[in-house]
């Protein structure tokens, strides 16, 4: 020591500061698990301030630390050794801050020597925390007298002991503090090695310094640590700020990318945070104004910058700042337009690889603004926009939404864009929705925007692709409001419809001109998948407009109606025709058409007699018949339009549409259309609601059950391909199932019992030997469906099952001997599917032991084929373990008579497995 500073240009007194540091961090361990003090062990109070391993260095290191950051050559010292030393000097100091304070709000009779002591104490642990993070942010690295660098801990100091004391040191920094170790993370996280790395030292994105490859290693890693640390989050300061930096840190490559005129104008110092639509025209008019070549912007950064973004997607973001909010949407939307407009200006000069990361940057940043504006605090926006930025904004998301310069790019890249800007449209709109009761300011302002955007949008493709997600958030907005529409603000008392009628009218007004288009275009055999879309958004047009539709308003009622009827047919005719030609080559189109099916069907307005006639139910019938036949499955949404129909029904309606089912049984005998017809009245069973409705189900569903019956038969009986056979067997075995569990439809008799059980034993006759041949048999849902059946009639018949034993356990004895022994052909698939299908058949012997003394005396040949073919190794040993559940279950019902005759019947070979 020299004039009571520490030399740190000695080596070895770099490398004492370095050891007394780690003596510090040990001694601070061992008073801690010993649950002692320092300054109890030392002896004095005055000792543990003044003291390090016996030695008076705390004022010499105080002192030092004061004179480096006052030297204008601060910096160009070796300060690794110290900074070592002020960590933990700071950690000792933190556990007795606390003591100490703890001490002093004990002891009321405390000296003002006290007071003054933690204060002095939480006064140099601030000067530690300055040196700490200052020494680290403004490190150099330098050249010894051979040319090589410094690669010692005690020599450069560094952020990795930083970042491991950041939940000690935060108690005690300020916000810059916060911003210089976050920045430094960020920065890190971001480098890309492949640009940046030169003759073994990699450039820092974002701050310029180049740092040596294994320092930067370090630094990463325990960079990335601690964004995988739960508890790095859990940091008030760190946790209030990580994103505001991380989003300044993404600004800041891509203006440090971008030529200097442009980013000049972007980036310039006087922005203000909170005038988000002047700070979005500026960076439009800077593109438009300074047109450079793509040579001159640096692409490194935008993988860097959309790295920092990924990041910062992952993380929660908790703000309570209005200001720091603004200011994180100002950045995100800074660069959501600097970089869409470099696709559009110089998009044809660009290589693959840097259009696919400027789509990935306005993707990501889509998604950051989505989740942001996604945030609520009781009910409203966790901060406030004016209403000329908001309008701003939802123009220039629009704006991307119909880009020509678009036009280049590939169709995911499109697709990709389209669906970012989107969500982000439709977060502010859910935003708007649920605050309105209380702020009614923001959905005013979209719903004048949207009128403006509307008359100002070129063509119809452009509105339909903009507004159809919007509509449709806005028709179900009863999931966010509990009033739905209705919804009232508690200042105005103008409900949401109010607000929403200028737009409503003006989509109307499209909706009627769309008709006449899809009408001419289906007539000239015309309609293709681009127009999938617009019927998407004729759908939610009308729908919204139903139920904004003034009850009183009896001329508005009539229109609606006549539209609703016109449009409802129309769609039907197109899906029909789809059917007729090919459903899979127009899924698309013909999928937009069931959705208006489903969505008109369950309007509340089906209660008036527009949509009630007997001739739509019918056809709707036929249709889901003709889907069928052709598909050999039925479709979600148009069985739930076909339901909703069902359910306002009266009886003799229901007649009437089951006639149809059982006149187009004798009308074509293929089974195609025996099994339409069973899964028409299995959906019938659970849809139809009136007592006098399944009344007339409960007249006609013997014919059914008769029919089922006769449907199944095992694969080698089948007529057809294997695909079909499963079909018909999985939607036989379904509308069984339901028969069986609507006691009020049909009440099953003892031989109707016996029959089912038959039914479903003949899918598996032979199965061992079949298996190899008949691939089908091995189908997990025809196994599921079956263990189904088994488990409805154990839960309602019951009693039923005593009469007809033998032909249960005959059944479960095929279901047991197929799950033992089918073979596995893809290996992963199969043993998924085999997983499952044992998993259901220990479902069904779970509901066994309760008729025990009924059955263990069959239950026992189960158990008896079971050690059977572990005796001749038929069964794999993963399965043998998956069954044991099942086995230990059937032996459960076992009584000791059984048992003991179980073991006489074994052979001597089976009686070590048994």
């Known amino acids: ?17 370095y050891l007394c540091g780690w003596v510090v961090s040990i001694h601070t361990k061992c008073c801690f698990w010993l649950n002692e003090m320092p ?46 030393l002020a960590s933990h000097r700071l950690e000792q100091l933190h556990s007795n801050i606390y003591l100490q304070q703890q001490r002093e709000g004990l002891n009321s009779l405390s000296s003002n020597d006290d007071d003054c002591r933690s204060k002095a104490m939480i006064s140099e642990a601030k000067l530690l925390v300055n040196f700490i993070i200052f020494s680290a942010k403004e490190r150099s690295f330098h050249r010894d007298d051979r040319g090589n660098y410094l690669l010692n801990d ?24 916060v911003e210089y170790f976050l920045k430094f993370m960020f920065f890190t996280l971001a480098t890309d090695l492949q640009s940046r790395s030169i003759e073994g030292l990699i450039e820092l994105s974002g701050v310029g310094l180049k740092i040596p490859s294994w320092v930067y290693y370090e630094e990463r890693a325990v960079a990335l640590a601690l964004l995988h640390d739960s508890c790095f989050l859990e940091v008030s300061d760190v946790n209030k700020k990580c994103i505001k930096v991380g989003m300044m840190c993404a600004l800041d490559l891509i203006e440090q990318s971008l030529p200097l005129d442009i980013s000049k104008e ?8 909170s005038n988000l639509a002047k700070n979005m025209r500026d960076t439009k008019e800077a593109f438009r104004l300074s047109l450079t070549d793509t040579k001159n912007i640096e692409y490194s950064n935008f993988e860097e910058c959309l790295h920092i973004i990924e990041v910062l997607c992952k993380l929660h973001y908790d703000c309570d700042s209005n200001d720091d909010a603004l200011q994180v949407i100002d950045a995100a939307l800074r660069i959501h337009t600097a970089v869409d407009h470099i696709i559009c200006y110089f998009d044809t000069s660009l290589s693959s690889s840097k259009r696919e990361t400027a789509v990935k940057i306005l993707c990501q940043c889509g998604s950051f603004l989505s989740r942001i504006f996604s945030i609520h605090d009781n009910g409203a926006s966790f901060f406030k926009l004016t209403d000329f930025s908001l309008h701003d904004i939802i123009v220039h998301l629009t704006n991307i939404l119909h880009h020509k310069s678009y036009g280049i790019l590939d169709e995911k890249h499109k697709v990709s864009i389209a669906s970012s800007t989107t969500e982000v449209l439709k977060s502010i709109l859910i935003s708007s929705l649920t605050s309105y009761e209380t702020d009614d300011t923001y959905f005013t302002t979209i719903c004048r925007t949207f009128v403006e955007l509307f008359k100002s949008s070129p063509s119809m493709q452009t509105k339909t692709t903009l507004f159809c997600p919007l509509l449709r958030e806005m028709s179900h907005c009863s999931q966010y409001l509990p009033l739905g529409l209705h919804t009232k603000n508690e200042t105005s008392g103008i409900d949401i419809r109010k607000s929403l009628c200028p737009f409503i009218e003006l989509t109307i007004h499209l909706v009627e001109n769309i008709l006449k288009s899809i009408e001419d275009k289906e007539s000239r055999k015309e309609l293709s998948d681009n127009d999938a879309e617009v019927i998407l958004f004729a759908g939610d047009a009308l729908s919204l407009h139903c139920q904004c539709m003034d009850e009183s308003d009896h001329y508005a009622k009539t229109q609606a109606s006549s539209t609703v009827k016109t449009f409802y047919f129309l769609c039907l005719k197109v899906v029909n025709e789809c059917c007729v030609e090919d459903p899979q080559k127009r899924r698309k189109i013909m999928s937009s058409g069931i959705y208006y099916l489903c969505l008109a069907s369950a309007q509340s307005m089906n209660a008036e007699s527009i949509l009630k006639t007997v001739n739509i139910a019918s056809d709707l019938q036929a249709l889901v018949v003709r889907l069928f036949r052709h598909q050999g499955r039925g479709d979600p949404l148009l069985d739930a339009a076909y339901a909703e129909q069902l359910a306002c029904r009266n009886s003799e309606e229901i007649e009437i549409l089951i006639g149809d089912l059982l006149n ?89 019992i016996a029959n089912i059980f038959a039914t479903v034993g003949c899918i598996y006759q032979h199965s061992d030997a079949l298996t190899t041949e008949y691939k ?40 047991f001997k197929h799950v033992m022994m089918c073979n596995c052909e893809n290996e992963k698939k199969d043993k998924v599917a085999i997983k ?49 559940p099942s086995v230990f279950l059937l032996l459960h019902t076992l009584s000791i008579y059984e048992n003991q005759q179980l073991n006489s019947m074994v052979h001597s070979t089976g009686k070590p497995f048994l």
């Open 154 to 177: 005690y020599q450069v100091a560094g952020w990795k002991i930083v970042a491991q004391t950041l939940s000690t040191w935060t108690s005690y920094s300020d916000s810059r503090h």
């Open 664 to 752: 187009s049984l004798d009308q074509f005998t293929h089974e195609v259309y025996a099994v339409a017809s069973l899964y028409c009245f299995d959906i019938m069973a659970r849809a139809v609601k009136g007592e006098k409705e399944r009344q007339v189900l409960a007249s006609k569903s013997m014919q059914f059950l008769y029919l089922a019956n006769n449907l199944v038969c095992p694969p080698f009986k089948a007529s057809h391909r294997n695909r079909d056979w499963c079909t018909q067997v999985t939607t036989t075995l379904s509308c069984l199932k339901t028969l069986i569990n609507n006691n009020d439809i049909l009440s099953l008799k003892g031989s109707h």
């Open 1 to 17: 020591k020299t004039k009571n500073l520490f030399d740190l240009n000695c080596q070895a007194s770099n490398t004492g500061l």
């Open 266 to 273: 972007i980036f310039r110092v006087d922005a203000v945070s």
């Open 836 to 884: 499952q299908q044992i998993q259901e058949f220990t479902k069904i012997c779970e509901l066994i032991p309760e008729h025990k003394d009924i059955l263990k005396k069959h239950i026992m040949f189960l158990v008896l084929d079971y050690v059977d073919a572990l005796t001749l190794g038929k069964i794999q040993i993963r399965r043998k373990a998956d069954l044991e």
């Open 39 to 84: 300054h109890d062990i030392v002896g004095t109070t005055d000792e543990f301030d003044n003291h390090i391993c016996g030695l008076p260095l705390v004022p010499l290191l105080l002192n030092t630390i004061r004179s480096v950051s006052a030297s204008h050559e601060k910096y160009s010292y070796k300060l690794g050794s110290l900074q070592h």
């Open 776 to 815: 089908s048999i091995a189908d997990e849902n025809v196994y599921l469906s079956s263990c189904g059946i088994i488990k409805a009639l154990l839960k309602h018949y019951s009693k039923h099952l005593y009469g007809c034993t033998p032909s249960f356990t005959c059944t479960l004895r095929s279901l």
